[in-house]
């Protein structure tokens, strides 16, 4: 529990930090040319389809990942099309759009519509693939253009974001 409340509070201060990065900079949201990604993986000590349980609705974001207080789903989390409003600290909400889902392949594909966070054009999969018996590799990818700041720092701040809830995945299959 230390752990993850430390991570929740890296987010927070991401979070407040980014703002007031746009904030300073009069919220210019020039976007950059250059498409961006960023990819995670890890291996949970657990069955795939025992992950994918976990992780694989749209709506459950805040079941395993450590900055997300509450998801609030528009829609059945399986059709595209269906919205999900996740709830962080400081009542900063992030508002996505389910592109794809597809529980024989255990992965998901969905956008960014608003956010706080420096991106546009974000659009994000979360696959879990199993690798043994008992193990299994989550991935989360993305795609976006840098808003408001550099490649660089956009490119880590995605990046810390998955880890805090990658990380948590392996806390909880310990």
Avoid at 155 to 167: E, F, M, R, T
Wanted: some cysteine; overall charge negative.
């Amino acid at each position: 529990m230390k752990h993850q409340s430390n991570v929740i509070k890296n987010i927070n201060h991401t979070v407040v930090t980014l703002s007031l990065l746009l904030i300073s900079l009069g919220c210019s949201m020039n976007l950059h040319a250059e498409q961006l990604m960023v990819e995670e993986k890890i291996l949970v000590n657990a069955r795939a389809n025992a992950v994918w349980a976990l992780i694989g609705g749209f709506q459950a974001l805040d079941r395993w990942h450590p900055g997300v207080l509450a998801s609030t789903l528009l829609g059945t989390g399986k059709a595209a099309g269906d919205i999900r409003v996740l709830t962080l600290a400081d009542d900063v909400h992030i508002v996505e759009k389910l592109e794809l889902y597809d529980e024989t392949a255990m992965s998901l594909q969905y956008a960014i519509l608003e956010s706080p966070l420096p991106v546009g054009n974000y659009h994000a999969t979360i696959t879990v693939k199993s690798v043994g018996n008992n193990e299994a590799e989550v991935i989360w990818q993305s795609t976006f253009n840098a808003v408001g700041a550099s490649n660089n720092e956009v490119k880590k701040i995605i990046s810390d974001i998955y880890l805090a809830g990658l990380n948590s995945l392996i806390t909880l299959y310990k």
